[in-house]
């Protein structure tokens, strides 16, 4: 079975400091993995993705995230916040080939000015 | 493309009501899920299409929930009849190469 973890409900960060928001998987055989991004009222939005490759990718909005297989984690860091980027954000995990991602109880992102 | 669409964006219906969801797909897109948020417990798939069949419906919390997807640009989840508990948010997404575009969502309240 797939799980992910996010291990913490609300991050605050001070505008202008570097983010991380949390993410561990568990799914048998290789991890698809990725970030989404919900703002107040509106639908997720997908950040980046992490299918093959270099274990550093780089999404929108000056999001990246690394891949960390011994860890089995997924973090999402950004090396300056915004206030914009304050909304909740979602890990999702799915096994290698599975279209259907499992998705993590998210994390509140809250940038202070 | 205009994304995902759905409608209606809000829909306040009276218990033992049939409410119906609609969504259509961004074009192109061969795999279509519907999700249903809710505070207490996040965000859960109900069902999930591709090449308009579908796959797995494991989530579907009932036999008053049902979908369709008659063709690939118009899905729709049927409640028949709501109850109260099923009052939340739910989002139609569509996919072509796993990352997945979701819809605004319908903001369901079943008084």
């Known amino acids: 079975a797939q799980s992910v973890a996010q291990p913490e409900d609300q991050v605050n960060v001070a505008e202008g400091n570097p983010l991380t928001v949390k993410c561990t998987y568990s799914?048998?055989?290789?991890?698809?993995l990725f970030w989404y991004v919900q703002y107040p009222n509106r639908g997720l939005q997908f950040l980046l993705k992490?299918?093959?490759?270099?274990?550093l990718v780089k999404g929108s909005y000056g999001f990246e995230a690394e891949f960390n297989k011994s860890q089995t984690s997924f973090h999402l860091k950004k090396p300056s916040a915004l206030v914009s980027d304050s909304a909740l954000y979602f890990c999702a995990a799915a096994s290698g080939g599975s279209y259907i991602p499992t998705f993590g109880r998210g994390t509140s992102l809250i940038v202070h000015p | 493309d205009a994304g995902v669409i759905q409608s209606p964006r809000h829909e306040v219906t009276e218990m033992g009501q049939e409410v119906t969801l609609r969504c259509k797909p961004i074009s192109g897109h061969n795999s279509l899920f519907w999700y249903r948020q809710t505070m207490m417990r996040g965000l859960e798939l109900l069902i999930y299409f591709n090449n308009n069949v579908p796959i797995d419906d494991s989530g579907m919390p009932e036999d008053r929930f049902s979908a369709k997807m008659p063709n690939a640009s118009f899905s729709t989840l049927k409640i028949q009849p709501s109850e109260p508990r099923d009052s939340a948010v739910y989002f139609c997404?569509?996919?072509?190469?796993?990352?997945?575009?979701f819809g605004p969502g319908t903001r369901l309240t079943v008084t």
């Open positions: 992490y299918i093959t490759g270099d274990n």
């Open positions: 799914v048998s055989g290789n991890p698809y």
């Open positions: 997404a569509s996919s072509l190469n796993y990352e997945q575009y």
